[in-house]
């Protein structure tokens, strides 16, 4: 389900909130998990590459989203590296060195999975020219399935994961609320000379390369669906012209966590996230779960206790800096 625009926005929200709001739901620790903006430079600028996920799919399906997925066990392994350090970064990232390690090589390894694009080179400075043909794709599709684990694969092929050419970029956790919940980083990433994009995934039925101002119209239209951690970085590429200036700035990006806020307003919801109110929601109970307007655009009368009083019960907190237990991966 989505609201007015493209805001993805599932229909058992509500009573999944007023269920943890009564102790009745426990909620799941979220897995690690990375994605990638893939960018190039377009007729009209920036570009980025997007995926429209299959509406067959229990999570966000019809949603557009970037390549990516949950941290493999295994990405914890040591693998050829180039560039920053594991510890740079995890002083970057906020985590240990391993979790660190493991998110980077998700974010390559997943990259490579969904948009057969590989960000890893036979040198520190050179970086695959062509991923395409019979062998490329059978090891990819062994690392789909996990036959093969991307630290043998790098090795196999003698190759170094480019771990310069990743610019961190956002960090977003799924709210506690949600059955499937996943704590992802965001990178963004150049696309390698040479190199093209593919529809290498199963979850997807499309992918596009396009302006990112005219995929957020799309969004605002409602055309496109989008969870709100995906129109969000899509909207923060904005300022920026090529992929060498996005990466750049990728230096000063706030990595603090955004994770979904609940609070009971009366009888009404109040979804809202932090930092990020064009995604506020009301949800009250006679619109049958559907999205209301936002705070300040509500003219009906608030529901509330006695002599009109709202009750403001505060139902999910919005972290700054935690992500429940480190390296959760349930």
Request: one cysteine or more.
């Amino acid at each position: 389900m989505s609201t007015s625009n493209g805001q993805w926005y599932p229909a058992e929200w509500p009573d999944r909130i007023r269920a943890l709001s009564r102790g009745e739901l426990r909620p799941v620790a979220p897995r690690r998990a990375a994605t990638v903006l893939l960018l190039r430079a377009g007729g009209d600028g920036l570009a980025v590459h997007m995926l429209r996920r299959r509406a067959s799919m229990a999570f966000a399906g019809g949603a557009y989203a970037y390549p990516g997925g949950s941290v493999d066990p295994r990405d914890e392994r040591d693998v050829p590296w180039a560039g920053p350090s594991r510890a740079d970064w995890a002083a970057r990232l906020g985590t240990d060195a391993a979790t660190a390690q493991a998110i980077v090589c998700a974010a390559v390894r997943e990259t490579f999975e969904e948009a057969g694009v590989l960000l890893a080179g036979r040198t520190p400075d050179t970086v695959v020219a062509d991923t395409t043909g019979d062998e490329w794709e059978a090891d990819r599709a062994a690392l789909v399935s996990r036959a093969l684990s991307f630290a043998d694969f790098l090795e196999r092929r003698g190759l170094l994961l480019r771990s310069d050419l990743l610019g961190p970029w956002a960090r977003w956790i799924t709210p506690e609320f949600e059955p499937r919940r996943y704590d992802t980083w965001f990178f963004v990433a150049a696309l390698p000379e040479g190199q093209r994009t593919r529809n290498a995934s199963t979850e997807a039925d499309r992918t596009v390369w396009t302006a990112p101002a005219e995929a957020a119209a799309g969004y605002d239209r409602g055309d496109l669906l989008m969870m709100p951690p995906t129109i969000s970085t899509l909207r923060s590429l904005l300022p920026y012209a090529t992929p060498a200036d996005t990466l750049a700035a990728s230096g000063e990006r706030d990595l603090t966590p955004v994770l979904a806020q609940a609070r009971l307003v009366g009888e009404e919801i109040v979804l809202s996230w932090p930092g990020h109110e064009e995604f506020t929601k009301r949800i009250d109970q006679q619109s049958g779960g559907q999205p209301g307007e936002q705070p300040g655009q509500h003219s009906g009368p608030q529901a509330g206790g006695q002599s009109g009083q709202q009750t403001d019960r505060h139902i999910v907190s919005g972290r700054s800096g935690t992500s429940g237990p480190e390296g959760a991966d349930a």
